[in-house]
Protein backbone atom coordinates (compact mmCIF):
# COMPACT_ATOMS: atom_id res chain seq x y z
CA UNK A 1 0.00 0.00 0.00
CA UNK A 2 1.35 3.31 -1.18
CA UNK A 3 2.06 6.26 2.06
CA UNK A 4 -0.70 7.96 2.92
CA UNK A 5 0.36 11.61 4.65
CA UNK A 6 -2.19 12.91 6.75
CA UNK A 7 -2.94 16.80 7.25
CA UNK A 8 -2.97 16.56 3.14
CA UNK A 9 -5.99 17.02 0.70
CA UNK A 10 -5.94 15.00 -2.29
CA UNK A 11 -8.11 14.30 -5.58
CA UNK A 12 -8.77 11.25 -7.53
CA UNK A 13 -6.10 11.81 -10.15
CA UNK A 14 -3.54 11.62 -6.83
CA UNK A 15 -2.22 15.34 -6.68
CA UNK A 16 -1.80 16.32 -3.10
CA UNK A 17 -2.31 19.80 -1.63
CA UNK A 18 -0.58 21.05 1.67
CA UNK A 19 -2.60 24.60 2.90
CA UNK A 20 -0.77 26.79 4.76
CA UNK A 21 -2.82 30.37 4.88
CA UNK A 22 -4.35 31.41 1.91
CA UNK A 23 -1.38 29.44 -0.35
CA UNK A 24 -1.30 25.95 -0.78
CA UNK A 25 1.86 23.52 -1.81
CA UNK A 26 1.13 21.17 -4.85
CA UNK A 27 2.45 17.57 -5.22
CA UNK A 28 1.58 14.16 -6.50
CA UNK A 29 1.43 11.13 -4.01
CA UNK A 30 3.30 8.04 -3.52
CA UNK A 31 0.30 5.96 -4.94
CA UNK A 32 0.81 8.36 -8.37
CA UNK A 33 4.72 8.34 -8.50
CA UNK A 34 4.79 4.59 -7.44
CA UNK A 35 2.14 4.01 -10.69
CA UNK A 36 4.40 6.42 -13.05
CA UNK A 37 7.49 4.78 -12.65
CA UNK A 38 10.77 6.16 -12.81
CA UNK A 39 10.59 9.99 -12.97
CA UNK A 40 12.27 11.35 -15.85
CA UNK A 41 11.47 15.06 -16.13
CA UNK A 42 9.20 17.18 -14.99
CA UNK A 43 7.30 20.35 -17.20
CA UNK A 44 7.52 22.93 -14.12
CA UNK A 45 4.64 25.39 -14.38
CA UNK A 46 5.42 29.42 -15.05
CA UNK A 47 5.14 31.20 -11.86
CA UNK A 48 2.16 34.14 -12.28
CA UNK A 49 0.29 31.46 -14.98
CA UNK A 50 -3.15 31.23 -13.43
CA UNK A 51 -4.61 27.78 -12.62
CA UNK A 52 -8.65 25.86 -12.03
CA UNK A 53 -9.41 23.50 -9.84
CA UNK A 54 -8.66 20.39 -12.34
CA UNK A 55 -7.26 22.15 -15.08
CA UNK A 56 -3.99 21.28 -15.82
CA UNK A 57 -0.78 22.20 -13.88
CA UNK A 58 2.10 20.20 -15.34
CA UNK A 59 3.38 17.36 -17.22
CA UNK A 60 5.47 15.11 -15.01
CA UNK A 61 7.35 12.02 -17.56
CA UNK A 62 8.38 8.94 -16.57
CA UNK A 63 9.80 6.02 -18.11
CA UNK A 64 6.60 4.93 -18.81
CA UNK A 65 5.75 8.37 -20.05
CA UNK A 66 3.86 11.69 -20.32
CA UNK A 67 1.20 12.63 -17.44
CA UNK A 68 -0.79 15.39 -16.77
CA UNK A 69 -0.87 16.81 -13.75
CA UNK A 70 -4.00 18.68 -11.96
CA UNK A 71 -4.33 21.53 -9.85
CA UNK A 72 -6.25 20.66 -6.82
CA UNK A 73 -7.13 24.35 -6.58
CA UNK A 74 -7.83 27.61 -8.65
CA UNK A 75 -5.33 30.32 -8.11
CA UNK A 76 -1.95 31.70 -9.52
CA UNK A 77 1.13 29.83 -9.37
CA UNK A 78 3.23 31.48 -7.06
CA UNK A 79 6.67 29.42 -6.73
CA UNK A 80 7.46 26.48 -8.92
CA UNK A 81 10.28 23.63 -7.05
CA UNK A 82 13.30 24.19 -9.39
CA UNK A 83 15.26 21.63 -7.91
CA UNK A 84 13.04 19.06 -9.85
CA UNK A 85 14.66 20.82 -12.61
CA UNK A 86 18.02 19.14 -12.37
CA UNK A 87 16.43 15.93 -9.65
CA UNK A 88 13.07 14.88 -10.98
CA UNK A 89 13.46 11.81 -9.71
CA UNK A 90 13.09 13.73 -5.89
CA UNK A 91 9.37 13.23 -6.69
CA UNK A 92 9.85 8.63 -6.51
CA UNK A 93 11.87 9.76 -3.36
CA UNK A 94 10.42 11.42 -1.53
CA UNK A 95 6.87 12.39 -2.83
CA UNK A 96 5.58 14.89 -0.17
CA UNK A 97 8.52 16.19 0.20
CA UNK A 98 9.05 17.10 -3.16
CA UNK A 99 6.22 19.68 -4.07
CA UNK A 100 6.11 21.08 -7.45
CA UNK A 101 4.28 24.11 -7.26
CA UNK A 102 3.24 26.96 -4.36
CA UNK A 103 -0.55 28.00 -5.35
CA UNK A 104 -2.10 31.22 -4.13
CA UNK A 105 -5.50 30.04 -3.60
CA UNK A 106 -8.10 32.18 -5.29
CA UNK A 107 -11.11 30.14 -3.56
CA UNK A 108 -10.24 28.49 -0.23
CA UNK A 109 -13.69 26.54 -0.48
CA UNK A 110 -12.63 24.41 -3.20
CA UNK A 111 -10.79 22.25 -0.60
CA UNK A 112 -13.64 21.20 0.99
CA UNK A 113 -14.63 19.19 -2.21
CA UNK A 114 -11.30 16.92 -2.03
CA UNK A 115 -10.30 14.23 0.22
CA UNK A 116 -8.87 13.76 3.40
CA UNK A 117 -6.46 11.05 4.31
CA UNK A 118 -9.37 8.64 5.16
CA UNK A 119 -11.24 9.11 2.39
CA UNK A 120 -7.91 9.16 -0.23
CA UNK A 121 -6.65 5.50 1.76
CA UNK A 122 -10.18 3.88 0.76
CA UNK A 123 -10.42 5.73 -2.62
CA UNK A 124 -6.93 4.05 -3.45
CA UNK A 125 -7.79 0.84 -1.67
CA UNK A 126 -11.05 0.54 -3.84
CA UNK A 127 -8.45 0.48 -7.07
CA UNK A 128 -6.38 -2.18 -6.23
Not at 41 to 53: H, N
Not at 80 to 87: A, Y
Not at 114 to 120: C, G, H
Request: some cysteine; hydrophobic content about 35%; proline content about 3%.
Amino acid sequence: MAEIKAGLKYTKEHEWIKVEGEKGYVGISDYAQNAMGDIVFVELPEVGQDVSAGGDLCVVESVKGANDVYSPASGKIAEVNEDLEDSPEKINEDPYGSWIALVELSDLSELDGLMNEEAYRSYCEGLE
